[in-house]
């Protein structure tokens, strides 16, 4: 899950919060692919009896402007096709 300031990887073995992590993104309104640095600021460990998403959120850390308007128009678009959500 993608968002302006960073995104939520669904994964049952999440990095370490703090843990500095390289991404590689590719929206589907660029051409080329591009890299982020981020850092995992948030971990949910996978649990059976708890309804939550196991995962890691990474907070990027060097987005600039031209890649923060890529990432916000792809972010708006999604919005609008979901219908606001």
């Not at 907070?59 to 792809?74: G, H, L, N």
């Amino acid at each position: 899950m993608l968002f302006r300031s960073g995104l939520f990887i669904n994964t049952r073995k999440p990095l370490p919060v703090g843990t500095v992590v390289k991404l590689i993104i590719q929206l589907p309104s660029v051409e080329f692919p591009f890299d982020l640095s981020g850092r995992v600021t948030r971990v949910t460990e996978f649990d059976n009896h708890a309804n939550m998403v196991p995962g890691m959120g990474i907070e990027f850390t060097d987005v600039d402007e031209p890649k923060r308007q890529k990432i916000s128009a792809f972010v708006e678009k999604l919005r609008q096709e979901l219908g606001g959500a």
